[in-house]
């Protein structure tokens, strides 16, 4: 196998170390802005792809491709984010011969909308949110799912998440707003503006299962994720195992998330989401058909390398074990963004002065970052992943304060100090908390408190 990179950043340079550990020559590629950072160093061979607006290199298919092709590469790993769920890339890929890490296209295309996940969902026997059954053409058709479902619900795009074409509504007032915005919104992010109307759980806990399936019958549960603290509805804060879970919702919960990838003939990694209530009722968001940001928290309690899997996988083997991962102690991970939570996280670019990151005992980063650095404003604002891991959960907490203590970053606006402050908040602490978190503390915690 020789593998290329289709990504950039710190997912990148997570991929090509463990290729380098496995003996498999890589290939990065990169774009005009990306010209000296840390994947075209590590890797064996790099590629330009173009320039520095990502629609004209990283999701141009035939460019990346094109690198495989002159490189003689004979798999892709797309990472995350890009052409990570993109079943015209994978197609494309199998049309020249070339291995796709991860899923076959027609389930990825299935699950990749978010209507046909839903149905999938059901025909699996996984319980979902109340709301419209397909997508609603109009306002009319919004309004009237909305009314049937009971307010407050949200309007999802249909082809796409992130947050992106994502919508609150409150009243049958709101909506023709609400709808125009999201309409748009996903329209322009995923040539899609299909959207569909969704309960909204007040007070929830978003929860989250690792999947790893080699479609030959294999299947490693690799345990439980906490992704419950974020902001416009994207992850900052994710931990392994979900703290406080239920012992049977979380029994229920991986049950059913086992028989539904075996329904499915799912291979590769995967992500099953939930929306978790007060109750401990659990409910199927999505399915990500690709690796998570958050996955070193599960390789730190189960010693997986989850990208290791993923590649004997897609060689044709076998999974190194199959059933359930047991997972030891606990594992914390906080995203260091270049972006001010003081101004609702506007993202920010520049180059970055000082860089330091934490060591020791049960610390690990990952990163594409080196002081002197520019952050490109073209792509996402993600700069470090710090996690810690410890035994039990109260010495991973303290363990994360003196982590996130020893960090400094400067020349970029970052959530680090939003961050330290996270990390000494009670309720974290205590590891009781929901969705709303941020939204409930703008007033106590100080690096918010312009946002509010």
Known sequence: MKLLVANRGEVAVRIIRTARELGVPTVAVYSTADSEALPRELADEAVCIGPAAAGESYLRIDHVLAAAEITGCDAVHPGYGFLAEHPGFAEACASQGITFVGPSPELMARMGDKIEAKAAAREAGLPGLPGSDGPVRDVEAATEAAEETGYPVLLKASAGGGGKGMRRVESSEELPAAFELAEREASAAFGDGSLYVERMLEGARHVEVQILADGLGGVLNCGDRECSIQRRHQKLVEEAPAPNLPNATREAMHAACESAVRVWGYRSAGTLEFLVDAAGGFYFLELNARLQVEHPVTELVTGLDLVAEQLRVADGGLL?????????????????????????????????????????????????????????????????????????????????????????????????????????????????????????????????????
Do not use: Q
């Open 320 to 452: 190194s074990r199959t059933g359930r991962a047991e997972m030891v102690g606990s594992a914390i991970e906080c995203r260091i963004n270049a972006e001010d939570p003081a101004r609702d996280f506007r993202p920010g670019a520049g180059r970055v002065r000082e860089f330091r990151m934490p060591g020791g005992p049960g610390v690990r980063v990952d990163t594409h970052v080196r002081p002197g650095e520019n952050v490109p404003p073209h792509y996402d604002s993600l700069l470090a992943k710090v996690c810690v891991w410890a035994p039990d959960r109260a010495r991973t907490v303290a363990r994360l304060g003196r982590a996130l203590g020893e960090c400094a970053v400067g020349g970029v606006p970052t959530t680090l100090p939003l961050l330290k402050e996270i990390a000494g908040e009670a309720s974290f602490v205590e590891g009781r908390y929901t969705t709303a978190y941020l939204l409930e503390r703008a007033d106590h915690l100080p690096a918010l408190e312009l946002a509010a």
